[in-house]
């Protein structure tokens, strides 16, 4: 039996459903994202094909507090969850409730630059929430 019967398909993230090729300095991919699980999850399979294959896979679900939940795994053995959801600036942000891994860094993606057919997505992390170095940025086009 569902535990809640209140949520409707997902919205939010609509932006990011389809099959997308990734560039970034020194590197490319493929991302595909998919509406799962009767349209109430977001599903995505993620492949960096160069300089060296990598694999990651996330589900994200929205609560219904409006805050949106994400687990990622990886085939580094990395997990994290993180939370998130539109912000004013029309960015999309999914940042670590705590510190996180041996380094113990705050961590966070950001989609921004929305639109049609591309967006750009950051990976960033931080001391203190306040400030955000960025380690990886990906330039997305609809595939």
Same mark, same amino acid.
Do not use: C
């Given at each position: 039996?569902?535990?809640?019967?209140?949520?409707t398909v997902?919205? !939010? #993230?609509?932006?990011?459903?389809?099959?997308? /090729?990734?560039?970034?300095?020194?590197?490319?991919? /493929?991302?595909t994202v998919?509406?799962?699980? !009767?349209?109430?999850?977001? @599903?995505? %399979?993620?492949? $960096? #094909?160069?300089?060296?294959?990598?694999s990651? #896979?996330?589900?994200s679900?929205?609560?219904?507090?409006?805050?949106?939940?994400?687990?990622?795994? +990886?085939?580094?053995?990395?997990?994290?969850?993180?939370?998130g959801?539109p912000?004013? +600036?029309? @960015?999309?942000?999914? &940042?670590?409730?705590?510190?996180? +891994?041996a380094?113990? #860094?705050?961590? %966070?993606?950001?989609?921004?630059d929305?639109? &049609?057919?591309?967006?750009a997505?950051?990976?960033?992390?931080?001391? +203190? %929430? $306040?400030?955000?170095e960025?380690r990886? $940025?990906?330039a997305?086009?609809? $595939?």
């Open positions: 039996m569902p535990l809640s019967t209140t949520l997902v919205e !939010g #993230l609509d932006f990011w459903i389809g099959r997308w /090729t990734g560039t970034w300095e020194g590197g490319h991919g /493929t991302n998919t509406r799962e699980m !009767g349209g109430h999850v977001i @599903t995505e %399979r993620f492949q $960096a #094909l160069e300089p060296e294959p990598f990651g #896979l996330s589900v679900v929205p609560g219904p507090d409006g805050i949106w939940r994400q687990t990622w795994v +990886d085939s580094s053995g990395s997990y994290w969850h993180f939370e959801g912000q004013q +600036d029309g @960015t999309f942000v999914f &940042a670590t409730p705590g510190r996180v +891994d380094d113990q #860094l705050y961590k %966070r993606m950001v989609f921004s929305i639109g &049609a057919d591309r967006f997505w950051r990976w960033e992390f931080s001391e +203190d %929430r $306040a400030t955000w960025q990886w $940025a990906i997305y086009r609809r $595939a």
